[in-house]
């Protein structure tokens, strides 16, 4: 069974820095876009980054300049470098991954259970 397993989240101060890992773990085909979203208490989830199988990525504004999204392929590992960390950056922050199982499986979307960011002011 193939899962997404996120780690390290934690508490730090404003203007600190955090990196998340995501590892796909199982056996799988193949990867092809992943990335990383957020969901505050009371609010929706929203993207924060992705990045296709080749490298592209794809920024929402609120982290441009301050987040970068990287990945390993051999690892099947996402990476969400975030610096500069404001208190409004307090979330659980999900990864999630399009991926194929098998050959010849269309691509389906996973996600982790998420890890939990807090930065205090």
């Known amino acids: 069974q193939v899962r997404l397993v996120e780690s390290g989240g934690g508490l730090v101060q404003a203007g600190g820095s955090l990196r998340l890992s995501c590892v796909a773990t199982?056996?799988?085909?193949?990867?092809?876009?992943m990335g990383w979203y957020r969901q505050a208490p009371g609010k929706q989830r929203e993207l924060v980054a992705t990045?296709?199988?080749?490298?592209?990525?794809n920024y929402a504004d609120f982290v441009k300049g301050r987040f970068t999204i990287s990945r390993d392929n051999a690892k099947k590992t996402a990476y969400l470098q975030m610096n500069s960390l404001k208190p409004e950056d307090t979330a659980v922050y999900y990864c999630?991954?399009?991926?194929?199982?098998?050959?010849?499986?269309?691509?389906?979307?996973?996600w982790g259970r998420g890890t939990q960011v807090t930065v205090s002011s």
């Open positions: 990045i296709s199988s080749g490298g592209t990525t």
């Open positions: 999630t991954a399009n991926y194929r199982e098998y050959y010849y499986e269309l691509p389906s979307n996973l």
């Open positions: 199982g056996s799988l085909f193949s990867i092809n876009s």
